[in-house]
């Protein structure tokens, strides 16, 4: 008999709906002297704790905590040790200890001050103490400016992977500041270049070309170039976002050319710049993608010239063990019933999805293998 | 300048909204022999991990095991030692990183079987792991039943305090069997009952009268006064849930008698078991109402008449430290602007709102310390 039929049985449904929190992104030259303002208008905390790496503390923290302590706000800094070695439990932990032991109340926010490692992390912590608090980004690195800030992704790496343990939780207010690039080195802009090109390939083949255009302005800093460098970047996530934050679905896309670059990172021990490895992963899953008769034949030699504009890889290097990068996938947290999906793209510009509607596609470790065989 | 409308300035707004799943609640004498239908029915998952601690493992983890295998679902069986001196980091990192090892993927499903400790402990594992699997709880105690499994709340303690790490994780089921009580000590159901009294005291003065009328029939088990407290007890909970589930206003009326409750666990390391503690801090809580003229005098009387029914302690022991009781209520999570607020009810069954519309209260250190040299 249905068990929640039976006589005596007592049954109540609770179908309680999260309040929708806006996140709010704006992008500005110089945004950060806005701060005060724009932290009054979307998140108005009694106290705001900044957190940054050490690195990040030094170059520009002193000078956030008094824009804030300036106008007038509570501000705290709060630092750990640089580098995505430090993106672990024992580090989140030991700030969540110090964040209680201010004991600042649950209605203070938490400012992310960095790149994708302090976003991660701080987000996390964000989201976990006193069971989640207001939480605003910062980004100071290309990489977070047009992804990792953006989407409300939070976590630390475990010793079975990255980013195996986190939260969703949406910052209120993300402000952008291209200002920042300034004191990035040129391989830091690389990797959030490699973001980019994967939001022109699943999304907007016209975006890619203005990319590919607006290389050297890109590299001079200009700010208009990184301007439309970062909108078009943050359109097509938040766009993604929106109709899936939750990534039960659509948000799956922003995966491609991931699955295989976290193979070359396990593989290699990290040794591939991040940038690197979606770079040679977006050509990797472009031809397993044409392998599987999925996406159009020269798609991935498309995407190869988009990348060498930037100076990003497109072909594995030699020390690269393919057997190791092809098991890595496996312990994809995209996986579904053992089996091993990928997002994949039709055309640059186009996402792909199945016959029956999803967003991801299994493929075979043998055309993956193939695919990785090609790039060698 | 208003900084948004500024020129140049791209501004972005994502409103995400989180998909809302509902948590099913089946209440019901031998429910356990119904998980695996249930748990097709609301859940669904390719794989189930079931949680308990070493105590709970041995007397009815291998049970659950065996009906879930029995009916041809995968599972397997996590284990960490008792006690909520485990409810830590170290001890939540331990079970994730072995959930990782077994990379379950993103669909599967963890089923906490225990007590509070467990249902925080391993809810906090299932909102973490890879940004949150299904869950469900399966409460073995009474606290667990009436109050710990439902709501959605998961956390575990840090140095500086309990509970100051968690998310809000709804269960997709939470599956209630008052059999597991039979080997439950009597203990154990006070530290339930004292929820229960205050379930009915911040809402339902006539389930307050059935509770005490049944105490006989409680403490001898007989499942129809075991279900109708069980039962009473989760509508008052689920109706204040459902209208506030991340705890913006009427939810904390649930904290009736737990900031004090927690200021003598913290002014006595503990050694108060958490239903006296209950106990006592709502005839403080009670008490101090009255003192500021928020609670119907003869209300706390009234609560120690219902306390004495069950063997709850409804006075302060010769060895408590009032100061320190109030100092530590100081740190209550409840606390704005500094300013530590209380839930308070008006007579037994009634809450009491501020005049402005608040949930909480705000009370001088001045007028709890009278109450709690009242009850001295």
Not at 12 to 22: D, H, M, Q
Not at 23 to 44: E, Q, T, W
Not at 222 to 236: D, F, K, M, Q
Request: hydrophobic share 45%.
């Amino acid at each position: 008999m249905d068990p929640v039929l039976r006589r005596g049985v007592a049954r109540f449904t609770l179908s309680a709906a999260r309040p929708i929190e806006p996140c709010h992104i704006v992008v500005h030259h110089g945004a950060v002297r806005d701060l005060p303002s724009l932290l009054d208008r979307y998140v108005a905390a009694p106290r705001y704790l900044v957190v940054a790496d050490d690195t990040v503390a030094g170059l520009h923290g002193k000078q956030v905590v008094s824009v804030l302590r300036d106008s007038g706000h509570v501000a705290s800094l709060l630092t750990f040790p640089p580098g995505e070695t430090n993106k672990t439990a024992t580090v989140w932990l030991g700030l969540v200890e110090r964040i209680a032991a201010l004991a600042p109340g649950r209605d203070a926010a938490l400012l992310a001050l960095g790149g994708g490692v302090t976003g991660d992390m701080a987000g996390f912590a964000a989201a976990t103490y006193a069971r989640g608090i207001s939480f605003v980004q910062i980004p100071t690195t290309l990489l977070a400016m047009v992804d990792a800030a953006i989407g409300g992704k939070t976590a630390i790496d475990l010793a079975a992977g990255k980013n195996l343990a986190g939260c969703f939780h949406q910052p209120r207010l993300v402000l952008v500041d291209a200002a920042f690039l300034d004191s990035l080195p040129e391989h830091g802009l690389r990797d959030g270049l490699a973001e980019a090109v994967k939001h022109g390939a699943i999304a907007d083949a016209a975006y890619l070309q203005d990319l590919e255009e607006s290389a050297p302005a890109i590299f001079q800093r200009e700010p208009a170039a990184l301007h439309r460098l970062i909108t078009g970047s943050i359109a097509v996530k938040t766009g993604i976002v929106q109709r899936d934050p939750m990534e039960s679905g659509e948000r799956a896309l922003l995966n491609f050319g991931h699955t295989v670059s976290h193979g070359i990172e396990l593989a290699t021990g990290y040794a591939v710049p991040h940038g690197a490895a979606v770079a040679m992963g977006m050509v990797a899953e472009a031809t397993a993608g044409e392998l599987a008769g999925v996406t159009a034949a020269h798609t991935a030699d498309r995407l190869r010239q988009t990348l060498a504009t930037f100076g990003l890889p497109h072909s594995l290097p030699p020390g690269v063990d393919r057997d190791r990068v092809l098991a890595a996938t496996r312990a994809d947290k995209k996986a579904r019933r053992g089996r091993v999906r990928y997002a994949l793209i039709r055309a640059v510009g186009q996402a792909a999805r199945t016959d029956d509607g999803s967003w991801t596609h299994p493929l075979s470790d043998d055309t993956v293998a193939r695919a990785l065989a090609r790039m060698a």
